[in-house]
């Protein structure tokens, strides 16, 4: 099981503009990568890979933009991340198009 989570781990790191606040909520799995830290998988990592999991599976679903239509662009800060929207209106609704999120040193 444990093997197999890290592999998963690694591909949803592949996936994180799909997820609203990508960074934010990896945040306890990201930790475990930086130098010098022991590699332990407590609960709080294996909720936080269970969440990701969620999203990742669940909508919204992402839509390809349209080109001549204007973009909505999202912004939000803090001292410990950054974070973005890209989106559009189509058809009446603003439909997602990507996420962006970094968490700080």
């Given at each position: 099981m444990f093997t197999s989570?890290?592999?998963?781990?690694?591909?949803?790191t592949y996936y994180w503009k799909?997820?609203?606040?990508?960074?934010?909520?990896?945040?306890p799995l990201h930790k475990l990568t930086e130098a010098k830290q022991k590699f332990i998988w407590t609960n709080e990592c294996n909720n936080t890979f269970n969440k990701l999991k969620e999203a990742l599976t669940s909508a919204?679903?992402?839509?390809?933009?349209?080109?001549g239509k204007q973009f909505i662009l999202d912004t939000d800060a803090s001292c410990e991340s950054i974070g973005a929207v890209l989106s559009q209106e189509?058809?009446?609704?603003?439909?997602?198009?990507?996420?962006?999120?970094?968490?700080?040193?």
């Open positions: 989570s890290v592999v998963s781990w690694a591909l949803c799909f997820v609203k606040d990508f960074s934010t909520i990896a945040r919204p679903i992402l839509a390809y933009p349209e080109t189509i058809d009446g609704q603003e439909r997602i198009i990507t996420y962006f999120s970094k968490c700080l040193p």
